[in-house]
C-alpha cells in the first residue's frame, strides 16, 4: 500500500498517509531500501480542488512532521493556500526509524557510515522521490523550519527545477560549513539568556545552585536508572531559545524539590528532567547535530569551545545552562543515545564528503525565496543567516526581534511570508486569504 484512506484531524483537515519506497543509499539504487512517510493535508472545504502543493520541511536534524492539532500556526496559514505534504525525514517518525539499539551492535564504521546516510542529500533526494511518486512531479512551494531551512538551501543547490517558491523561518544556515565558527557565536547568545533567566527569575539562582551542589555530591537517578549529573542538568537550556523556554524552566524549577529543606529532589521534577534530557523521542537530533555544519571532521566542536568557557563550567556559579550542542558524554550517560556513541565518534573524527550548498549555484538561484531571520535566534545566527541572504540570489530577508525560534507558531509569520510570495510571482489564484 502506498497510501492511506482519508481521514479527518479534528473536524476541518482532511488528511491521507502516503509511503515511498527509497534506497538507503541513495548511489546504491539497488541495494537496501528504506521507507519515507508523508502526511498530506488539505482543508475539510477545499478537499476536492486541485490546490497547489506545499512541503513542509522539518526542523532538526532528526525531526519527524508536525503532528498538527488544529489550524494554527503555519498549519493555518498554508491550509488556506496549498494541499500540504508533511514528510517524517528517514530514520525518524513513522519512516523507517533508527534508535539507538539498532547501532549498538554495528561495527563503528558501519554505524557511522549509516548516520552519514540520514543527512540533508539523502533528505532531499526521498523527497524528489515522493514528488515523483505521488505528485506526478509537479513543482511545488515549500516552507522550511530551523534546520529545514538548511535543507531548502540544499535543495535549491541541487533540484531548484522542483520549487514555485520557498519560505525559510529562522534557518538560513552560513554558506561555508563550520562548527566552530557556529559555536564562537552561539556560546555567547547561550550565555545572554542565562543572563535573562536569572533578570526574570532572580529568586532560582540559588535554587539553581542547590540542585547542582546536591548533584555535584550525590547519586541521584531519574526514572530510567540514568543518573542525573550537573553536566545533564545543565542541558535544560536548550529550550531558552524558544517562546515559552525560560516559563518551562522556572515552573519545573519552581517544583525541584520534595522537602521544605531542600534536601530531596521531587519526583516530578526528576521525571520531566528525565523527558527533556533523555532525547528517546529524537535521538537523532543529537547524534547528527555537530554534522549538519559540514562534511568533518567536527571533533566534538561545542565540547572544545566549551572548555575554553569557564563560565559554563559545572562548578561554576552561578550555573549557567547549555544549549543546542551536542557532548561527547552525552553518549554515555543518556540511555537512548548509547547505542549511537561509536557510530557518532568516528563521524566526528572522520571526513564524510557532502556538497552542502553549491556557492556559484545558488548566486543564480531563481527561486524566489523570503526567510524570516530572528535578530536574538539562540540557535541559528542572525549575522551568518544575513551573510547567506546577501549571497544566494532571490532571498528577500525579514529580520525581526519580535519572534523566538519558535516564530513559526504565530500564524502571522507564515502568512507574512506566503504573501510575500504570492506577490513576487504574481499571486496564487487559488489562495483564500
Avoid at 512517510?37 to 497547489?52: G, N, Q, S, Y
Avoid at 505521488?134 to 540544499?154: A, E, N, V
Avoid at 551573510?387 to 509569520?413: F, I, K, L, M
Wanted: overall charge negative; proline content about 6%.
Amino acid at each position: 500500500m502506498t497510501h492511506s484512506a482519508e481521514y479527518f484531524i479534528g473536524t476541518d483537515i482532511v488528511a491521507r498517509d502516503v509511503w515511498t519506497t527509497v534506497p538507503l543509499d541513495w548511489a546504491e539504487p539497488h541495494g537496501e531500501t528504506i521507507r519515507v512517510f508523508a502526511r498530506e493535508l488539505v482543508a475539510a472545504e477545499r478537499r476536492t480542488e486541485d490546490l497547489p502543493l506545499l512541503v513542509h520541511l522539518q526542523g532538526g536534524p532528526g525531526g519527524k512532521g508536525t503532528r498538527p492539532l488544529g489550524r494554527s500556526g503555519w498549519v493555518g496559514a498554508a491550509l488556506r493556500r496549498f494541499r500540504v505534504v508533511i514528510p517524517d525525514q528517514r530514520g525518524t517518525g513513522r519512516s523507517t526509524p533508527l534508535s539507538g539499539a539498532d547501532f549498538a551492535a554495528m561495527p563503528a564504521a558501519e554505524a557511522a557510515r549509516k548516520l552519514s546516510l540520514h543527512r540533508a542529500d539523502s533528505i532531499v533526494r526521498d523527497l524528489e522521490a515522493v514528488r515523483a511518486t505521488h505528485y506526478d512531479g509537479r513543482q511545488w512551494w515549500s516552507i522550511g523550519q530551523s534546520y529545514g531551512g538548511f535543507l531548502t538551501l540544499h535543495y535549491l543547490s541541487v533540484a531548484p527545477e522542483a520549487l514555485i517558491a520557498s519560505a525559510v523561518t529562522g534557518g538560513l544556515a552560513g554558506l561555508d560549513p563550520d562548527p566552530d565558527e557556529v559555536y564562537r557565536r552561539t556560546f555567547p547568545r547561550v550565555a545572554a539568556k542565562n543572563r535573562m533567566f536569572r533578570e526574570r527569575t532572580p529568586h532560582l539562582t540559588d535554587r539553581i545552585s542547590r540542585i547542582a551542589d546536591l548533584l555535584a555530591a550525590e547519586d541521584v537517578r531519574l526514572p530510567d536508572g540514568d543518573r542525573l549529573t550537573v553536566r545533564r542538568f545543565q542541558t535544560l537550556g536548550l529550550d531558552f531559545g524558544m517562546a515559552p523556554g525560560f516559563d518551562r524552566v522556572h515552573w519545573l524549577l519552581d517544583e525541584a524539590f520534595a522537602d521544605e529543606a531542600e534536601t530531596r529532589l521531587s519526583e516530578t521534577f526528576l521525571a520531566t528532567v528525565g523527558s527533556a534530557t533523555g532525547f528517546a523521542a529524537n535521538p537523532l537530533f543529537i547524534a547528527l547535530q555537530e554534522s549538519i555544519y559540514g562534511p568533518g571532521p567536527s571533533a566534538w566542536a561545542a565540547q572544545r569551545a566549551r572548555d575554553g568557557l569557564p563560565g559554563f563550567a559545572e562548578t561554576s556559579r552561578p550555573l549557567q545552562f547549555t544549549g543546542e550542542m551536542v557532548f561527547p558524554w552525552m553518549f554515555e550517560e543518556i540511555r537512548a543515545l548509547r547505542g549511537f556513541r561509536a557510530g557518532v565518534e568516528l563521524l566526528a573524527a572522520g571526513s564524510w564528503p557532502i556538497d552542502l550548498y553549491d556557492v556559484e549555484r545558488l548566486a543564480q538561484n531563481p527561486v524566489p525565496v523570503e526567510a524570516a531571520v530572528y535578530f536574538e535566534d539562540m540557535y541559528v545566527d542572525a549575522g551568518l543567516s544575513l551573510d547567506t541572504a546577501a549571497r544566494v540570489s532571490g532571498v528577500n530577508a525579514w529580520v525581526t526581534n519580535e519572534y523566538e525560534h519558535d516564530g513559526v507558531h504565530h500564524e502571522g509569520v507564515a502568512e507574512r511570508l506566503f504573501t510575500a510570495l504570492a506577490h513576487r510571482i504574481g499571486g496564487t489564484p487559488r489562495d483564500r486569504l
